[in-house]
């Protein structure tokens, strides 16, 4: 559990409707990089899918800059819980502390950032079109061996529906994205440093 929570951790973002205008049926960095800065809250549910093929689900809590919550279904499902420049991964089966480890050192931190510039310097290392989606793989320019991080965005209205995590060991998890709610008062207390139970 504490690995596929990490996992989850190395890529956790988030997602919410907008109104920005494609070109040529790819929106530009600049386009993204304010839409993702346009974010304040958010929940969804999602489905995870794991390096190896399995499946978990849970439901993702942003407040944007610099937190966010995904609480894994049953219970044994956990939570991992970034904020105050730090991830939390809450194991309801241990009898430790949670583990720790700086927000900055996960690509997590790409899009929670306070400002999100998609345009800096070796930050996107993929941008395309599929056909359907805008792609966009983004890494920590300082920081290559922390992983990276696959958005990827639709439009009518824009959304980001689907993210890939790609750590540092070679694995990937994929997280795809339910029906979004946008724009409600969320409570402190789900991204504080005892926020590991179940959401109020």
């Known amino acids: 559990m504490k690995k596929l929570l990490y996992v989850l951790a190395l890529g956790v973002t988030a997602s919410m409707s907008g109104t920005l205008a494609w070109a040529e049926g790819k929106l530009s960095l600049a386009e993204i990089s304010g839409y993702l800065n346009e974010m304040k809250t958010a929940t969804a549910s999602f489905t995870q899918i794991n390096d190896d093929g399995s499946l ?8 944007r ?6 609480e894994y279904d ?20 241990s009898n430790q502390p949670p583990e720790t480890f700086p927000l900055k050192r996960t690509p997590l ?3 929670l950032a306070k400002r999100v510039d998609l345009d800096q310097a070796n930050m996107v290392v993929g941008h395309g079109f599929d056909g359907t989606s805008t792609v966009v793989q983004a890494q920590d320019p300082e ?3 922390y992983g990276s991080l696959e958005l990827m965005f639709t439009n009518e209205p824009v959304e980001l529906r689907k993210w ?7 694995g990937k998890t994929t997280v795809i994205l339910g ?17 590991g139970g179940n959401s109020p």
């Open 56 to 63: 978990t689900t849970g439901k993702l809590y942003l407040h």
């Open 109 to 111: 931190s790409i899009i």
């Open 65 to 70: 800059p610099g937190r966010m919550r995904f």
């Open 179 to 195: 029906a979004l709610e946008t724009g409600m008062r969320l409570p402190s207390t789900l991204f504080s440093s005892g926020g």
């Open 74 to 93: 049953g219970t044994d499902g956990g939570t991992v819980v970034a904020g105050s420049g730090s991830v939390r991964i809450h194991d309801p089966k």
């Open 143 to 145: 920081n290559p061996d």
């Open 164 to 170: 890939v995590v790609h750590d540092g060991a070679g």
